[in-house]
């Protein structure tokens, strides 16, 4: 039977990736990044990809070119090679999810998006969401799981089928996907898989909230987040279609 959505995520706004602020020196998904989320109550939302050992690692891109002074697939480096590898301008390093989660430590609703490995939307080996299983695993406290590619959730539901599950939604536009096929884009556009993979909510995209399937999903009573509010205003107008934000680059 699918599990319900805890409250949490409805009554608490998500930093997105934590609540991070350039200007402070404090990049996204980091340590400091939710230790700020956690000071201000928010829930948080971040993103994991895959070491070279198996970890599941606490970034966001497939590869460290954006966000450090190292270049390459984050999957080619090990967890410990990673863990040397500062962010930013700050202090803070890559780290693993089992340790963000001590950190964590059930205080806030915690949202873990698995990111695609397969980078077309494709199957995956189910090696990441093995590792984010056996991450959580006695883990006490308000968690979900989602990604945007339901090959990942269906090996979650394998893996571990009394852990929440979503999906991570959007209009999925074959320019934002380059790597994954017009056919593949159209067909998750209408989001399909819900049920298959007994999702009980999406987080979709903010600037496609009216997007029918959308309205279906929310027609049949799950909850309804969103990805990603900026402003104050634009949280207002998300606010009228979705139950809950992931938000960033103010305080919602």
């Known amino acids: 039977m699918t599990r319900s959505l805890d409250p949490a995520f409805i009554t608490k706004p998500l930093a997105h990736r934590g609540l991070h602020d350039v200007s402070r020196h404090v990049f996204e998904n980091t340590r400091s990044a939710f230790a700020a989320a956690l000071d201000h109550g928010y ?11 198996g970890r599941a690692m606490v970034f966001h891109d497939e590869t460290l070119d954006r966000l450090t002074r190292e270049r390459g697939p984050v999957n080619r480096r090990t967890a410990a090679e990673l863990g040397a590898i500062t962010i930013g301008t700050g202090n803070d390093v890559i780290e693993p999810l089992d340790d963000i989660l001590t950190q964590i430590a059930g205080q806030v609703p915690l949202l873990i998006e698995i990111k695609d490995q397969s980078l077309t939307l494709s199957q995956t080996d189910g090696v990441l969401e093995r590792a984010v299983c056996d991450a959580l695993s006695g883990y006490a406290g308000p968690v979900a799981i989602m990604s945007f590619n339901p090959h990942a959730m ?10 929440v599950r979503g999906l991570t939604t959007c209009a999925f536009d074959p320019d934002e996907w380059p790597d994954a096929s017009v056919d593949r884009c159209a067909a998750l556009a209408s989001i399909p898989d819900f049920d298959a993979v007994g999702a009980c909510f999406i987080s979709h995209d903010v600037t496609a909230l009216t997007d029918a399937a959308v309205a279906r999903i929310k027609s049949q009573g799950a909850p309804i987040l969103c990805w990603t509010v900026r402003s104050a ?3 207002r107008d998300a606010r009228a279609i979705c139950d809950n934000i992931t938000f960033e680059s103010y305080h919602a």
């Open 154 to 163: 269906m090996h979650v539901q394998t893996y571990a089928p009394d852990y």
């Open 43 to 53: 829930g948080i939302e971040l993103d994991v990809q895959l070491s070279s050992d």
């Open 233 to 235: 205003a634009q949280e």
